[in-house]
């Protein structure tokens, strides 16, 4: 009883994942996309994980981000174990405590970017929400693009618009899944710079990538083949992406 | 708070997407549109009829026709019944206190009617001198022939305003000589507007004459088709009905096992036809509203199935940012019930405007089936709400881990 108690504060704003499987059926076929990983992901930690297509890497990615259960083995965040949660209690975990970025955006048509942004805030119990979608497009950078449509920017633009709406209920996580695949290598780069920038300020930002220029930006790489984790190193001294883009420029 | 925003924020994505919103709309608008008007129309048209009935065919009248057992379901003779006469009518009066007047009326066919060059075919008819009392028309201009006319089967006729309109070209027909067939006539009056009877008969385009004189000089018959007579009240109609019958067998002859050779009706069996009209209506009503709104409910639901699978990333992102079930739920019921919503109220303004301009061509009250109107409308938001119920289940079903890959 107070074992689990102290673990529960030792473990605050970490991300903790033991001996986790998901096997996911397509036709007949078995496919096992995670193998017995185990993971530990501290507060305020740059993750890149890097694999070949089909290795488990966006598996990982919605088991930490909750949008799917493990079959087996423990998933504990923030020192709760995710396994016994209701629906509506990871929807809620998911609006205040994680923010998604997407490889291909995923912003509503017709709507406009600061509207895009404020998107979770529909959903959070929250009341002072009326200058956090400016507040978060100001953070990349876009304020003065608040009232324009997603096909009236360009696509670099468009995916800061995706980070601003991950960032805009101040989530302790960022996740991204591949959010340079789409761009081009300067908007890649200014999209990086971003995120070493959120995680300088304090959030753990957990990457998913095939590129190794792309995770080479993290202190921490991990490497999954087949489901399984085959390498976890720290990086000794990251590239910094705005230093990069000064390069390219 | 967050239901507030949520309802907010469904207004407005529904107002991005417009041609989608208006397809949706489109099923209970016309399916509301259609129930008004329709029902608008046939309270109209019924209304039309009883007031008409009730102005010719009102109060203690009882109209005698002579026919050969047809309405008892038997076979009909194949010539004229001519067992009808005005003696009947005569006696009928003198032997039962209650019938205070009568009145017969002999239908001469469509007959040329020709003034100099002009000729027309007209409807020609025998009446009485009771002829105004008894069917509620006068004479606009001259006047109605008298007892003398009668007596003498004089040649003088009354004209209704079409005839009086097409084959004088606008002179003055007063005591002008007409032909009927081969027989002259002088033009004594011109009868009172009626229009356009409950048979599609103009009632203008006739034209009247001393039954007398209809009988001798036109028809060569010595019997009559149908006669209206007047109670003295209506509580006096039944027993007159029923005396009439016991007299008019006794008059004819009929045996026991023989059926009556003519025929009565009287006000209360309008009733009971205006009864059945009533019948039909509140029969036919809910039928109508159900297959027309189950029709936009169709519409409705197969659209929001169609957008849930379009819209499977957007849901997919709307639950990845936090969106609970319920509340994935609750944005397409909103829709859904709130587009149909639109739609019956866009329907039921759309109504009142048609219905103004239906009801001055069609030449009846303007009637807005309020009662009506507003079912359907209920009805259509129902609809909406148990249409958008299975898409907005599979909506909120839906994993976001297969619809954020696409």
Request: proline share 4%; charged share 25%.
């Amino acid at each position: 009883m107070i074992e689990s108690e102290v673990r529960v504060t030792t473990e605050l704003g970490k991300i903790v994942l033991e001996q986790v499987n998901k096997t996911y059926r397509k036709n007949s076929d078995e496919v096992r996309a995670l193998v017995d990983v185990s993971v530990k992901v501290d507060q305020g930690e740059f993750v890149a994980v890097v694999g070949p297509s089909g290795s488990g890497k966006s598996t990982l990615m919605n088991v930490v981000g909750l949008l799917d259960r493990p079959d087996s083995g423990s998933y504990r965040l923030d020192g709760g174990e995710v396994d016994s949660f209701l629906p509506d209690k990871l929807a809620r975990l998911r609006n205040e405590k994680i923010g998604f970025v997407f490889q291909s955006f995923h912003l509503l048509p017709k709507t406009t970017a600061v509207e895009n942004v404020e998107l979770p805030l529909i959903y959070c119990t929250r009341s002072d929400i009326s200058e956090l979608g400016v507040r978060a497009l100001e953070q990349v950078g876009l304020k003065d693009r608040a009232r324009h449509l997603p096909s009236e920017l360009s696509g670099g633009e468009q995916q800061r618009v995706a980070i601003a709406r991950a960032l805009v209920n101040e989530p302790e996580i960022i996740l991204a899944d591949e959010p340079t695949g789409n761009l081009d290598t300067r908007s890649g780069l200014e999209v990086l710079a971003i995120f070493q920038e959120l995680n300088r300020q304090g959030k753990t930002v957990i990457l998913i990538t095939h590129d190794p220029g792309v995770a080479a930006m993290a202190d921490r790489v991990l490497e999954l083949v087949d489901g399984r984790i085959v390498s976890d190193k720290k990086t000794e001294s990251p590239k910094d992406a705005r230093r990069e883009l000064e390069v390219v420029s | 708070m967050r239901s507030g925003r949520l309802v907010r924020h469904g207004f407005r994505d529904m107002a991005r997407h417009r041609l989608r919103t208006f397809f949706m709309m489109l099923g209970t608008f016309i399916g509301v549109l259609a129930l008004t008007i329709v029902v608008a129309i046939g309270q109209g048209t019924r209304d039309a009829m009883v007031s008409r009935i009730d102005k010719v065919f009102s109060g203690s009248s009882i109209l005698l026709s002579a026919s050969g057992g047809g309405s008892r379901g038997g076979p009909h003779s194949a010539g004229p019944v001519t067992t009808l006469t005005i003696d009947d009518l005569e006696a009928i009066q003198s032997s039962i206190p209650s019938i205070e007047v009568w009145d017969p009326m002999l239908l001469a066919g469509p007959r040329e009617v020709v003034y100099r060059g002009n000729s027309n075919t007209v409807r020609v008819m025998g009446h009485s001198t009771h002829y105004e009392e008894v069917w509620s028309r006068g004479a606009s201009r001259g006047a109605l022939f008298g007892d003398a006319e009668v007596r003498s089967s004089a040649r003088v006729a009354l004209v209704g305003e079409t005839v009086a309109r097409e084959l004088f070209e606008g002179a003055d027909p007063i005591g002008l000589q007409i032909r009927i067939g081969s027989v002259p006539f002088e033009v004594i009056g011109v009868l009172e507007a009626i229009g356009t009877d409950l048979h599609g008969w103009d009632r203008d385009n006739e034209v009247v004459v001393p039954y007398t004189t209809a009988m001798r000089r036109i028809m060569n018959v010595d019997y009559i088709g149908t006669a209206k007579l007047l109670a003295v009240s209506d509580a006096e109609i039944e027993t007159s009905v029923a005396a009439i019958e016991t007299l008019l067998r006794e008059r004819h002859a009929l045996a026991e096992d023989e059926p009556n050779d003519f025929s009565m009706f009287t006000p209360v069996q309008v009733q009971q036809m205006v009864g059945s009209m009533n019948r039909i209506f509140t029969l036919f009503l809910p039928i109508v509203a159900g297959v027309s709104l189950l029709i936009g409910g169709i519409v409705v639901a197969n659209l929001m199935i169609m957008g849930v699978n379009e819209r499977r990333a957007e849901i997919g992102l709307r639950k990845a940012v936090g969106a609970r079930q319920k509340d994935i739920r609750l944005q397409f019921l909103l829709e859904s019930s709130l587009v149909t919503m639109v739609g019956g109220v866009l329907a039921l303004v759309v109504a009142v405007v048609a219905l103004s301009f239906v009801s001055r061509a069609m030449d009846f009250e303007n009637i807005m089936p309020w009662q009506a109107a507003v079912l359907a409308l209920a009805a259509a938001v129902l609809v909406g709400l148990v249409a958008g119920v299975t898409p907005a289940r599979r909506a909120a079903a839906l994993e976001p881990v297969s619809t954020l890959r696409e």
